[in-house]
């Protein structure tokens, strides 16, 4: 069974930074596409970032592009998100999301039209505010 966790969320100040991460069990992320996506109160779900599973390709949302930094370790089947220079409109529930590498035609498109083979984490909550 795939799980995802997420962990590393919190309230920071404008401008702070904090560093999310996603532990995968169930499957090696060696064979699967991985994204973070988060939705904000009365908002709809936005992909923030995706990267595919050999390292190479990656995408941002121009709303964080930037500031976020997405990367994973196979070895450690872990995923993260670095953020940087914070803003209250970075607040949301935060969701890591993985998808099998041959369901994905590429990491703009995991992110931008999530399908339903994406698989999802229970999230963990970001807040940005002094």
């Known amino acids: 069974q795939v799980q995802l966790v997420e962990s590393g969320g919190g309230l920071v100040q404008p401008g702070g930074s904090l560093r999310l991460s996603c532990a995968a069990s169930g499957i090696s992320l060696n064979y699967y596409e991985i994204g973070w996506f988060r939705q904000a109160p009365g908002k709809e779900r936005e992909g923030v970032s995706c990267i595919s599973s050999s390292d190479r390709n990656t995408y941002y949302s121009d709303s964080v592009k930037g500031r976020f930094t997405i990367s994973r370790d196979n070895a450690k089947n872990t995923a993260y998100l670095q953020m940087n220079s914070l803003k209250p409109e970075d607040t949301a529930v935060y969701y890591c999301?993985?998808?099998?590498?041959?369901?994905?035609?590429?990491?703009?498109?995991?992110?931008?039209?999530?399908?339903?083979?994406?698989?999802w984490g229970q999230g963990t909550l970001v807040t940005v505010s002094s």
């Open positions: 999301a993985s998808a099998p590498v041959h369901r994905i035609t590429s990491v703009q498109a995991m992110c931008t039209m999530p399908s339903r083979s994406i698989v």
